[in-house]
């Protein structure tokens, strides 16, 4: 594959290549972190501690609260390590750390598609795996830089936060409708952070670039699941 030359520099062959590196190290990163999320979303599953998280989390409207806000942190935490260190060990430390709260915070969610919707998790992998594929293939072979996502998507964020913090306060469902939303939230983000990869993100941070591409492949696949799930009038 050719790629793009990095924005920002004189446009010779030297930045060109340093790019592709980039991009390539980026790439190999994020299949590790996926793998490594399969790996242990599978060992969550095949102990039982997703079926005792999804216990837990059902005494109580205020531990999805909880969750959520532990999360957050975690990310925040991870992508400020990954964007700012210079070292790769740190980098990638922050990588591995965000992989693992990723896999915590699906355990229960992949519990309760195991039960009210088998096949789901295959058929939302497969889907998700898709739509990223197809939005890669765009962001590459466009000529277009989807930097200018970026406001919409710290706006929509936001609201999106907003709405589920409320459906957890006021107890209403947040069903198919705003599963297909959030689908395009997370596939425009996918959009956004694979445009960076290819234009603007520091070269010399390819486990930090994986960080943030792999949390928007993980949002569109917690979203795909939501929809499968919610599709089969179950998703209580």
Same mark, same amino acid.
């Given at each position: 594959m050719n790629f793009p030359e990095y924005a920002g520099h004189g446009g010779g062959v030297p930045e060109a290549q340093t790019r592709g590196q980039f991009i390539k190290a980026a790439y190999s990163y994020l299949a590790v972190a996926v793998l490594?999320?399969?790996? %242990?979303?599978?060992g969550l599953y095949a102990s039982g501690a997703s079926f005792? /998280?999804?216990? /837990?989390l059902g005494a109580s409207k205020w531990a999805w609260l909880g969750v959520m806000g532990a999360f957050m942190v975690v990310g +925040?935490?991870? @992508?400020?390590? $990954?964007?700012?260190?210079e070292s790769n060990s740190v980098q990638m430390l922050a990588l591995g750390g965000y992989?693992?709260?990723?896999?915590?915070?699906?355990a229960p969610m992949l519990a309760m598609a195991s039960i009210i919707a088998p096949g789901a998790i295959q058929a939302a992998a497969i889907a998700t795996l898709a739509l990223v594929a197809g939005l890669t293939f765009t962001a590459f072979t466009s000529k277009t830089d989807f930097s200018f996502l970026g406001g919409f998507l710290k706006?929509?964020?936001?609201? $999106?936060?907003?709405?589920i913090i409320a459906g957890v306060l006021f107890g209403f469902k947040l069903g198919v409708w705003f599963s297909g939303a959030m689908i395009l939230f997370?596939?425009?983000?996918? %959009?956004?952070? @694979?445009?960076?990869?290819?234009h603007?993100?520091? $070269?010399?941070?390819?486990?930090?670039?994986?960080?943030?591409?792999?949390?928007?492949?993980a949002l569109l696949f +917690?979203?795909?699941?939501? %929809?499968? /799930?919610?599709?089969t009038g179950n998703d209580d």
């Open positions: 490594l999320f399969a790996v %242990l979303s599978f005792a /998280m999804l216990k /837990m +925040w935490l991870a @992508t400020n390590a $990954a964007d700012n260190s992989v693992v709260a990723e896999a915590l915070i699906f706006i929509g964020g936001l609201v $999106a936060i907003g709405v997370a596939g425009a983000c996918v %959009l956004y952070d @694979t445009s960076q990869i290819i603007h993100y520091p $070269a010399d941070r390819p486990a930090g670039a994986a960080l943030h591409l792999f949390a928007s492949v +917690w979203y795909v699941l939501r %929809l499968i /799930m919610s599709l």
